[in-house]
């Protein structure tokens, strides 16, 4: 039996201590605490928590701060101005080294060149962005002003960046115009030039990273270089509110509807940089962190821009992709940079254990000291292939569970404290609480049984709502099992040793490459398609991706369908889903049906789907409407197509 515990030498250094579990028996006095250890407040704060408007929560309460200051400022201002804040990995083989005085200069000029281009506090600003730093600067350039950003994915469709643009109601977009893509330059503005047209966005800022052409509205467009650059490079940051909002940031609900959720700076800030320290164990003096998610997800704005920073961190910044130029460019990264923590993805690991062991054996990754992985459960064959192969046989892995609601981290091991568990994110950090709760909403102790995973108290970074919807947020968290549990969506059980395993969302949201989708959402992306009549999607397992997107869709009865036809149709369903949505949300497979099985309420029952996609015996037919639908659909997957 391997021991998985700490060794006495990591626990000697390691940020988060034991002490902590203790501490946190105190909940407000815990988070205040750490509020004034990890935060520099321009105003002290007085009520910690203030719950009385639940579940609208306000947390560190008349306390006024600058996000923007925390992240870059006071490094300067402490004598660090010449620690490199950004190793830029750029993916055309253009490295950047920027300090923190040097972010200072950047965001301090971004700012005035915002300020310049009509944005005030309380604008909102969307960020269309690659992996380069502009992103980075951006982001806290906006959050000096008080502009709440609005980042989507650079790999979202314009139709998408439309929809979040439009419910953000945002003043301004912040774009390139292109970007790199496996040695490639490819266009990236212009989708912006297709999403802005009739919303509230009046300018464009365009920084420009490749050099491509680009359509041009003299009205509209204004370039980065040529506003930011002679901007004057001081700006004083403002003293915020703690409860002003930070950001939205849009993630995939139960309906096709997108939700922007709420996340504010105080209590955000607060939690994302005291779980950067604990859990990744972070020191700043001698650490370099690479964290290789895209800023486009909540992964990159808590753990590369707000949590890191505002700790004063090292980080690699890398714009590529894991097998460009070559399936060994993370570990050579890993090797030129020493990097000493990385915290990255299953369907990431997944992908290195299938090139093979004998690619990341070709570098010294000897600086590595603590792993991390974030987006969905991690199978314990990726885990243990990660600590050997990556983590030299003995590195701690952190397995962090967490949402884009919950914004920072929330079960996971501590590495100085914690015997680890393979697959298992364990239990909750110290100033969290959990509960797995039963179908009747009884807390559940006993190990094995499934049950929902629930946050039991509040917590410094947890979303404040849904933008513009605070129906849509009690409704979504706070009503399954009453106003006193948040709901997270996730299945969970108990293992004999108290730990908690989560076993996938409950929901109709899929998780494929640790990327939230909605199964309503490319439903509806099908269904707009002229040929489509219906469409039902599932999230079948796959052994890469941990889930994949597998769509059957009844075709409209005045079209053709069949032989070579249908190949080309699926094939076009799946661009159409990829334009309408973005290429991560392309379904695997499609499948074309008569039918497809629903109740007799007209529910679609895609769990007898899922048992088709992953090729499994059938389940339990008799809710069915009709129960030769079933037959009909695995006699139609059985035809060679
Ligand atoms: C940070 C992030 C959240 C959903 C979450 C859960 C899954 C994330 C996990 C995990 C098991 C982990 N998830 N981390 N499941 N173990 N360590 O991923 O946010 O994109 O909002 O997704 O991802 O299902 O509910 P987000």
Known sequence: MTDYAPTPEFTEQAVGQASLYDEAADHEAFWAARAREYVTWSQDFGTTLDWSDAPFAKWFVGGELNASYNCVDRHVEAGNGDRVALHVVGANGDDRTITYADLLREVSKAANALESLGVTKGDRVAIYMPMIPEAVIAMLACARIGAPHSVVFGGFSSDALKARIEDGEAKLVITSDGQFRKGKAMPLKEAVDRAVPGTTAGKVLVVKRTGIDVEWDDERDVWWHEVVDSASDQHEAPAHDSEHPLFILYTSGTTGKPKGILHTTGGYLTQCAYTNAVVHDVHPE??????????????????????PLANGATQVLFEG????????????IVEKYKVSILYTAPTAIRTFMKWGA????????????????????????????????????????????W?????AIMNSPLPGVTTLEPGSSQRPIPGISAEILDDEGQPLTEPEKVGYLVLTKP???????????PERYKDTYWSRFGPEYYFAGDGAKYDADGNIWILGRVDDVMNVSGHRLSTAEIESALVSHPRVAEAAVVGASDETTGQAVVAFAILRQDGETGGAESDELVQELRNHVGQQIGPIAKPRQIMIVDELPKTRSGKIMRRLLKDVAENREIGDVTTLADSSVMNLIKDGMAKPS
């Open 321 to 332: 992709t894991p097998d460009s130029p070559h399936q060994g460019v993370f570990w050579e």
């Open 403 to 407: 949402q884009t609601e919950t914004g």
């Open 358 to 401: 004998d690619i990341p054996a070709k570098y010294d990754l000897s600086s590595i000291r603590v792993l991390g992985s974030v987006g969905e459960p991690i199978n314990p064959e990726a885990w243990r292939w990660y600590r050997e192969h990556i983590g030299g046989g003995s590195a701690p892995i952190v397995d962090t569970w």
């Open 286 to 307: 001698t650490d370099v962190y690479w964290c290789t998610a895209d800023i486009g997800w909540v992964t990159g704005h808590s753990y590369i821009v707000y949590g």
């Open 459 to 469: 917590w410094p970074s947890m979303l404040r709502g849904i933008w513009g919807d």
